[in-house]
């Protein structure tokens, strides 16, 4: 999640839009371990790459939002389903 707040720093002060698909892997390594955590994958079931990635996005627009921003801000980074 240190990720995300350091990526929505620096989209607020650079708007270095190809962040998210250049680091996207990085930021979200430990998206798979949280969605099983939280119960919304069974233990055995595969996550697909595309949910990952969009919780990931879902996650970094919460924190945008708290700065008073939304990826609707960044129109070149995907919004999340």
Known sequence: MACYWLLAIILLTDESHLLW????TRLCDDVKHRLHYMNHYQ????????DIYDYGLWDLNRI??????SLADFPLIPLSQ
């Open 64 to 69: 945008l939002v708290g700065m008073e921003r």
């Open 21 to 24: 698909d250049q680091f996207k």
């Open 43 to 50: 233990a055995d079931q595969e996550i697909l790459e595309d």
